[in-house]
């Protein structure tokens, strides 16, 4: 019988609001806002009170897969990195690095954000890098 | 009393009962501010904290669906045992399974929510403060003519940013399906909301409910004064029906109706 919550920033928009994970023996079962923050003052938007939606969501994609015969097919790791590796570079060899679009996500960290369009930058060395923010 | 005494009363309190109890659901200190934690037998209690204060009946309820077999304590408000008990009513706590830890709020704290009645009937800690008799927002709104409190709420419900904050954070509002957002009552895709169908669905439905908490307007983000047609309709259901949230479990709400030998097949 655990209850406690745990704070966090929204992992939204770009304000940064505060708010508490609420956890109730080990799993995420909602938010309250952080009465204490100077930039949301105890209030969240739409997206803020549903920010713990998709932690435990059935939807989430929990293993590498491939589509093959109009079907998605978990595959291993090591296989799914030679496939994407692969195919993206056969796009940029075939098309050019422009080819290529990147889109990168609030749900990560910064670090991984960083390293994202540092491959597409410099590596594929395209500039489309773009944000599920802006979708 | 001051501030240091009532803290340490509530946690020598909160410690008597987890002699007893599973748990007490209490504020905990947190990164500058408070939040509501299950403190259990053996914990320290130093950081045990009561402001920024929480829905704290809400959270009980969540608590009691997941564990319905547990004893639980809540150091509570008055705002806070008001909310139980109108929970409770609707089969939502067992109160059986639940041991208040009441404690009071001062003046100050009831004059900056208008809070009529400051403390809980289950008093264990703080002395009991004088409420404020009237609420001053709902005076103001009563010299206005019917045009002008209809301009006022348009002006204030077109802020509304429809974030369902006031709806999330009421600790009596509980429905898993909420009429709120139903597309039959509130058209979705438009903000604000339709004048004046989300809001005037939700007070529909505080009408013997409302413990003017406060959490609702707290947390709103376009700080619209919500709970002020919730008083206007706190006044009418006392007039019209004798009936005052939160005041005792027996107080059948108004509302609630019984459809066996009152409606016609």
């Known amino acids: 019988m655990e209850y406690k919550n745990v704070l966090t920033v929204c992992p939204y928009c770009g304000a940064g609001c505060t708010l508490y994970l609420q956890v109730l023996d080990g799993k995420v079962i909602g938010v309250l806002p952080a009465k204490q923050h100077v930039i949301s003052e105890g209030a969240l938007c739409i997206k803020g009170w549903n920010a713990a939606a998709f932690v435990h969501h059935e939807d989430r994609v929990t293993q590498p897969m491939a589509r093959r015969n109009g079907r998605l097919e978990p595959i291993r790791w090591d296989e799914a990195l030679d496939l994407v590796a692969g195919r993206l570079a056969e796009t940029r060899q075939a098309h050019g690095p422009d080819a290529i679009g990147f889109l990168a996500s609030a749900k990560v960290t910064n670090e991984e954000n960083y390293l994202f369009q540092k491959f597409a930058r410099a590596v594929i060395g395209t500039n489309n890098v773009d944000h599920c923010a802006r979708l | 009393m001051d501030e240091g005494t009532l803290l340490t009363e509530l946690r020598m309190a909160v410690s008597d009962t987890l002699t007893r109890a599973d748990g007490v659901l209490a504020l905990r200190a947190d990164h500058g501010g408070a939040v509501p934690h299950l403190f259990k037998p053996g914990n320290d209690l130093s950081d045990l904290i009561t402001e920024p204060r929480y829905p704290m009946a809400m959270i009980l309820d969540t608590l009691g669906d997941a564990w319905p077999e547990a004893r639980l304590g809540v ?60 609420d001053p927002r709902l005076a103001e709104l009563d010299v206005m003519s019917v045009e002008e409190r209809f301009a006022f709420w348009s002006a204030q419900y077109e802020k509304c940013l429809k974030c369902y904050g006031c709806r999330n954070f009421c600790p009596v509002c509980y429905c898993p ?46 700080d619209i004064p919500l709970t002020t047609v919730y008083a206007a309709l706190h006044r009418d259901t006392a007039e019209l029906f004798g009936y005052v949230a939160g005041r005792s479990v027996d107080e059948r709400p108004p509302l609630l109706l019984s459809l066996s030998g009152t409606m016609e097949d």
């Open chain 2, 75 to 134: 150091a509570a408000r008055g705002c806070d045992e008001r909310a139980l008990i109108e929970l409770a009513k609707r089969n939502q706590v067992n109160l059986d399974q639940v041991e208040i830890i009441g404690f009071a709020c001062s003046a100050e704290q009831a004059t900056e929510c208008r809070c009529a009645k400051p403390y809980p009937d289950s008093l264990v800690v703080g002395e009991a403060a004088e409420g404020v008799t009237e």
């Open chain 2, 177 to 222: 399906i909420c009429a709120l957002e139903s597309e039959l009552w509130v058209e979705t895709g438009l903000l604000a909301p339709p004048f004046p169908s989300y809001h005037l669905v939700k007070a529909m439905h505080m009408v013997g409910r409302c413990i003017a908490c406060r959490e609702c307007e707290n947390t709103c983000p376009a």
